[in-house]
Nanobody
Framework: QLQLVESGGGLVQPGGSLRLSCSASGSTLADYAISWFRQAPGKEREGVSCISKNGNRVHYNYPVKGRVTISRDISKNNVYLQMDSLKPEDTADYYC??????????????????WGKGILVTVSS
């Protein structure tokens, strides 16, 4: 079983940047495609970005496209979400999740396996 932990959230002013990290224990993160989600207060959870198992394919959903970059560092067993030009509407709890099986190579936002507990990102002046 994969234990995922998000870090790097916090309070940032509009236009600022944050880098979220997703770290893993219990297994090697590089064995899984990884996705980031967010859930704003009163809204449904939505997919933000995902990265394939080998890191050669990434996807960004429209609300964040052009403002976020997903990457993975196999040596550190981490996946990162660099978020720039943040807006107040980016305020949400952010979660990383792994594909439900290590054999899944492409990333998606459906039928995920293990999830982190989430971390709060607040964009406010």
């Amino acid at each position: 079983q994969l234990q995922l932990v998000e870090s790097g959230g916090g309070l940032v002013q509009p236009g600022g940047s944050l880098r979220l990290s997703c770290s893993a224990s219990g297994s090697t993160l590089a064995d899984y495609a990884i996705s980031w989600f967010r859930q704003a207060p009163g809204k449904e959870r939505e997919g933000v970005s995902c990265i394939s198992k080998n890191g050669n394919r990434v996807h960004y959903n429209y609300p964040v496209k052009g403002r976020v970059t997903i990457s993975r560092d196999i040596s550190k067993n981490n996946v990162y979400l660099q978020m720039d030009s943040l807006k107040p509407e980016d305020t949400a709890d952010y979660y990383c999740a792994a594909a439900r099986r290590s054999g899944i190579t492409q990333c998606s936002y459906e039928k995920m396996g293990d999830w982190g507990k989430g971390i709060l990102v607040t964009v406010s002046s």
